[in-house]
């Protein structure tokens, strides 16, 4: 999809994207070839044409041409060198979505667990990572001090609602933490996709719920999972890593599901990408501290 997007260009709407589109112009070496003649080493989807910009071409002003071939210049050039960073400057929020599959291997998917939603009076308690080799885990008190070490290998950061969230406490955190070149949360996508809400809400809606009693637990819930830790309960911690990690993995489920969701609505035909099952996560917890807590939760609401 990467490929097929223009929206990134300075001066470039979701209007002009289509024009070129319906003009059959539908990735970048065929508008290149177009302007200049200039190829990026990808494969057209028809045959080269080198008519003038001003007959059939693209729909730009003769003042931008030259705005439009640098940029898609560097367009190609930041593709081949894994530079999601420029994707990242130039394209909007909610257009993220177009990077995942171009940088789905270098992908990393991120949840954390806090002891307050104040990124300045609150701490990190867990942080939750899923990537192609699987599920990681950093805890408070034991390997936290990690994080910032693994984090800076990866290029495209998965969250959801990161920006508000995970982002500036993990900053908070870890001054001067180097993240991944480009950040998709999920949250801007969904939202123009019409899904809105929480992530569990989210997920109920597209059907890839988690298993049993962990559906009950929420992010209040997961601060007095870690206070009975703290207590000494080792399975609170147990049930809040797990609780953690079912964020992280729904988020993979999540970003394919909006991918296939957003190309269906594009004029042109893009292929989707495969939609595995939720990632099943083999770890402990314990549901009757969960049904403890939610008891002793919902009497203290009254």
């Known amino acids: 999809m990467l490929r097929h997007t223009f929206i990134h260009v300075p001066g470039v709407g979701r209007v002009t994207e289509e024009r070129l589109w319906g003009s059959g112009i539908r990735n970048w070496e065929e508008c290149l070839n177009e302007l200049r003649g200039v190829d990026c080493g990808l494969r057209s989807s028809k045959p080269r044409t080198m008519?003038?910009?001003?007959?059939?071409?693209?729909?730009?002003?003769?003042?931008?041409?030259?705005?439009?071939?640098?940029?898609?210049?560097?367009?190609?050039?930041?593709?081949?060198?894994?530079?999601?960073?420029?994707?990242?400057?130039?394209?909007p929020s909610r257009e993220k979505w177009r990077m995942y599959p171009d940088f789905a291997n270098r992908a990393v998917f991120l949840d954390i667990e806090t002891t307050g939603i104040s990124s300045w009076q609150n701490d990190i308690t867990v942080i939750g990572i899923y990537d192609s080799q699987g599920p990681r885990v950093f805890v408070k008190g034991k390997n936290l001090g990690d994080f910032p070490t693994v984090i800076k290998d990866y290029s495209l950061l998965i969250t959801y609602n990161g920006r508000q969230f995970d982002v500036p406490f993990l900053e908070a955190e870890f001054p001067g933490l180097k993240l991944p070149g480009a950040h998709l949360d999920l949250r801007f996508p969904l939202r123009r996709l019409g899904l809105s809400g929480g992530?569990?809400?989210?997920?109920?809606?597209l059907r890839l719920e988690r298993e049993g009693p962990l559906r009950e637990v929420d992010g209040y819930m997961a601060v007095r999972l870690w206070q009975e830790y703290r207590r000494g309960n080792k399975a609170a911690l147990e049930t809040l890593i797990r609780y953690n990690l079912e964020d992280v993995v729904g988020l993979k489920s999540l970003a394919e599901r909006a991918y296939n969701m957003a190309i269906k609505g594009l004029p042109i035909s893009v292929p989707p990408i495969h939609e595995g099952e939720r990632p099943r996560l083999d770890l402990p917890y314990d549901p009757e501290l969960i049904a403890s807590l939610r008891h002793n939760l919902n009497y203290a609401s009254f």
């Open 51 to 91: 008519q003038s910009p001003s007959r059939t071409g693209p729909p730009f002003s003769p003042r931008v041409l030259k705005v439009v071939e640098s940029h898609l210049e560097n367009s190609c050039r930041s593709l081949s060198q894994d530079n999601t960073a420029f994707f990242e400057e130039w394209l």
């Open 199 to 205: 992530l569990k809400g989210i997920e109920r809606q």
